[in-house]
């Protein structure tokens, strides 16, 4: 921790926003703990140092990029195997008592059946 410790509104002056966006950053942790002072419902900011978490790189979610690669990985893997092209089944509804999942399928030619009837005395 390095340099003076200002007021909130000390430090939403020196970033031109208000105070209401330095708090919004704050319940975010766009503002690091180390950063700040905070003494009951009152905070110190070294401003020197939020200025350095704000503008350091931020890390990247590369969730996206490995579920396409997954997605690749998965249709070259079908595309070499003799299986078939058809989906595993509808859509997941839950567990049978074997431990299988419950599906609900399409017809063809209708609607999809729900497999439970409704009870008027059942609670929803």
Known sequence: MSGPYVP?????????VSVSTIRGWLRRKQIPNHTFIR??????FSIEDVS???SA??????????????KIKET????ASDEPDEPLGGIPIGCEDDGGI???DAKEDGPL???HEYNEDEDI
């Open 8 to 16: 909130i509104e000390d430090l939403a002056n020196h970033f031109s």
């Open 39 to 44: 003494v009951g419902n009152t905070y110190r």
């Open 52 to 54: 350095v978490a704000l």
């Open 57 to 70: 790189p931020k890390p990247v979610n590369h969730a996206k990029e490995v579920w396409e690669e997954a």
């Open 76 to 79: 070259e893997r079908l595309e």
């Open 102 to 104: 419950m599906t609900l």
């Open 113 to 115: 059946e729900i497999p």
